[in-house]
């Protein structure tokens, strides 16, 4: 069964960091597209980064420079480390898994639960 | 970067009705589009992908249509667990941004 959990959010001051975590089970990681998205409190959700199983990356552009995704492969967990953190920041942060399938669109078939980030002196 | 624009933003319909929703891109993206319900504290799930197909599980009531930039999400006949928040998101990007549409919020009449 696949799976995948959060964990690493919590309340931050401005300017600050935080590493998120995401543990997968039932699959690869390495050898998925791995995504992370974000849904301000209230709001609708935000495409932040993703890393491709070749391990290519890309952000956001209002993540680009302060946020770093990566994974380990031997844990099978994907990360993101975020940098000088903003009041803006906040939110909930999900993980989702693109299956890789030859010239199909890496749509996210599965999420985690979220972990929230708040963002506040 | 290609916006998404969802309409009507939110809707208020009863159980047994048909419910459309639009997404709109601002340029073509094939088909290369995906829906997505979400329950409030809960985390996305997909139910269409290719704009079209019906991912495994979920109930024949949805479908989506379109191509290019003007796609539709209908559920057939509203049941009581469908009432949630709508959104779509584009992959015809590269490199990305994925972008998602602002959301369609669907209430009990």
Known sequence: ?121 | AIQLTQSPSSLSASVGDRVTITCRASQGISSALAWYQQKPGKAPKLLIYDASSLESGVPSRFSGSGSGTDFTLTISSLQPEDFATYYCQQFNSYPPPYTFGQGTKLEIK
């Open chain 1, 1 to 121: 069964e696949v799976q995948l959990v959060e964990s690493g959010g919590g309340l931050v001051q401005p300017g600050g960091s935080l590493r998120l975590s995401c543990a997968a089970s039932g699959f690869t990681v390495s050898s998925n597209y791995m995504s992370w998205v974000r849904q301000a409190p209230g709001k609708g959700l935000e495409w932040v980064s993703v890393i491709y199983s070749g391990g290519s990356t890309y952000y956001a552009d209002s993540v680009k420079g302060r946020f770093t995704i990566s994974r380990d492969n031997s844990k099978n967990t994907l990360y993101l480390q975020m940098n000088s953190l903003r009041a803006e920041d906040t939110a909930v942060y999900y993980c989702a898994r693109s299956v890789v399938v030859a010239a199909t669109p890496p749509y996210f078939d599965y999420w985690g639960q979220g972990t929230l980030v708040t963002v506040s002196s």
